[in-house]
């Protein structure tokens, strides 16, 4: 049962991406216009600007992250996302150890 309620808070398609990053956009607009009205001048123009920039950084990780979900998907089929049997990485994602 709570996997499947657990289901319901994993973004699964694009759509659903950019649902959730224009949330977080009304969101940040909203937090940064409160800003502007309680920090007039440049201040608050940089706060403004900090919950915008916010609002991207966080929307580029959630589409560069279903993107690769999708890949995995593909290449090693539905086991890589619920943890049936654990794959080894592709190449690209492993990481090096110093010298």
Do not use: N, W
């Amino acid at each position: 049962m709570l996997k499947k309620i657990g289901r319901l808070f994993v973004i699964k398609t694009r759509l659903e991406a950019f649902m959730i990053i224009f949330a977080l956009a009304l969101g940040a607009v909203e937090r940064g216009g409160a800003y502007l009205e309680h920090y007039p001048g440049i201040g608050g123009k940089l706060l403004f600007l900090a919950c915008t920039g916010s609002v991207f950084m966080a929307g580029a990780k959630i589409l560069d992250c279903l993107r690769y979900e999708q890949r995995a998907v593909a290449a090693y089929g539905d086991s890589h996302t619920t943890g049936d049997a654990k794959p080894s990485m592709p190449d690209d994602c492993q990481t090096h150890s110093l010298p």
